[in-house]
């Protein structure tokens, strides 16, 4: 359990709370690339860490992130014309370039010296991995731009989408970092014995705390000495990376990739989830049929959201169309779609869980270590120390990794050269 002051601490990220001058000092996803396919196209409305914000792909193909009301009378910078390097605002025709100076200034008598004291609010942006990163912190403390193995594939073998989620990040990001819950949300074939989290639902738990956050072991016995092994990391802030074997309606199936989540607050109450894989070995380039495949299962492909929207058909507002007889007959839930799964729990739980009321046990490790490592930082941040996780170098060879062991065999020698970064 959480005491609510500290639950408090972590929860609120808006400018000026504790979390959210945290999150300020790590580059956050604000958008993907694809969201801003052409230059000098039109803008898109950014919210992020309870923010309002713009952003526009200018004329050589930079990304401007600016604040969504232009500084003069405070109109609305989405409605602007964006054009030759920069972004008007249609109100009195006010310019402003990706670096927030003022280039134009037409309303106003040639020459002005009003003209170069007017700034927008701007952020710096760096695109890598077909996500659009900023920076929203001191400018003097800004970190390296991230380095995760998964931003250096290339785009053959990679991918990224995001769905919206309507709670506070760090119920979502506690959800990521729950194995044991898999034996029962997402049981989506209770008929199938072999399968490790029927065959196991309490897996054992080991965490170590590193340089970028942390990683953990799952374990699940097999029967006869056999283990199921997943080697996780919890990246600082809010990012989880997991090793790449996968289940399909109890079938199982080795995939060729590895993959995560990023939980970036939009604000107090909603989040974006960015979901990326990437291919294992680099002679294998993702399928981009199974990627399709892969999607719809977990309910977020295109067919799942409501169109122009990052938004899942299957929300809330339709209790995710549980089917009861599917429930009672095969799956646990009788939701369709892992991602589904998660969201009904998650955003079911209200947009900001009260942690006081949680009575956790021995598979809330992972959950527990994050919460500390994450008050921690806070307090770092607060007396002038650096966060855990900024540098790159603590981050950029880290990766994931799931097998089965036989009887005897130790997983750290097997386990070795498949946990370093080959991208």
């Known amino acids: 359990m959480l005491k609510p002051e500290d639950n408090e601490r972590l929860t609120r990220v808006g400018p000026g709370t504790p979390a959210g001058e945290l999150f300020r000092r790590y580059w956050q996803p604000a958008l993907l690339a694809e969201e801003l396919p052409e230059k000098d196209g039109p803008p898109v409305r950014v919210r992020l860490l309870g923010e309002d914000l713009i952003a526009f792909r200018d004329s050589t193909g930079a990304v401007g992130l600016v604040d969504a009301f232009c500084p003069h009378r405070r109109a609305p910078m989405f409605f602007g014309r964006n054009e030759d390097c920069g972004l008007?605002?249609?109100?009195?025709?006010?310019?402003?370039?990706?670096?927030?100076?003022?280039?134009?200034m037409p309303s106003e008598p040639a020459g002005t010296p009003l003209q170069a004291k007017v700034k927008i609010k701007a952020y710096p942006t760096v695109e890598k991995g077909g996500i659009i990163w900023t920076y929203m912190g001191p400018k003097d403390q800004q970190p390296e731009p991230p380095d995760y193995e998964w931003l250096r594939a290339p785009a053959t073998h990679r991918y990224v989408s995001k769905t919206f989620e309507e709670c506070n990040y760090l119920q979502a990001l506690e959800g990521g970092l729950d194995t044991?819950?898999?034996s029962f949300a997402h049981n989506n074939n209770m008929g199938a014995k072999d399968e490790p989290r029927n065959r196991d639902t309490s897996p054992t738990l080991d965490v170590e705390r590193t340089d970028y956050?942390?990683?953990?072991?799952?374990?699940?016995?097999?029967?006869?000495?056999?283990?199921?092994?997943?080697?996780?990391?919890?990246?600082?802030?809010?990012?989880q990376m997991r090793g790449g074997i996968h289940h399909f309606n109890g079938d199982r199936r080795d995939l060729p990739e590895l993959d995560g989540h990023l939980w970036a607050p939009i604000d107090d109450h909603t989040t974006f989830v960015y979901n990326w894989a990437c291919g294992y070995d680099i002679n294998v380039p993702l399928d981009p049929?199974?990627?399709?495949?892969?999607?719809?299962?977990?309910g977020r492909g295109p067919q799942d959201l409501i169109p122009g929207t990052y938004r899942l058909k299957l929300n809330r507002s339709n209790d995710y169309m549980i089917d009861r007889k599917l429930q009672k007959t095969k799956t646990y839930t009788g939701?369709?779609?892992?991602?589904?799964?998660?969201?009904?729990?998650?955003?079911?739980?209200?947009?900001i869980v009260d942690r006081s009321k949680e009575n956790l046990g021995t598979s809330d490790r992972a959950i527990v270590t994050m919460r500390r490592l994450l008050l921690e930082a806070v307090q770092d941040v607060a007396q002038g120390r650096t966060p855990r996780g900024r540098d790159p170098a603590t981050h950029r060879d880290v990766r994931p990794y799931d097998d089965f062991i036989r009887a005897g065999q130790d997983w750290r020698e097997i386990f070795d050269r498949e946990t370093r970064a080959k991208w």
């Open 289 to 298: 049929h199974h990627m399709a495949e892969r999607e719809h299962f977990y």
């Open 88 to 104: 008007r605002c249609v109100y009195h025709g006010w310019k402003f370039d990706l670096n927030g100076d003022c280039v134009d």
């Open 335 to 351: 939701i369709k779609g892992v991602n589904t799964q998660d969201f009904a729990l998650q955003e079911g739980m209200g947009p």
């Open 180 to 182: 044991a819950h898999s």
């Open 213 to 239: 956050g942390y990683h953990y072991v799952s374990t699940r016995q097999m029967g006869g000495g056999d283990r199921y092994i997943r080697f996780y990391h919890f990246l600082m802030p809010f990012q």
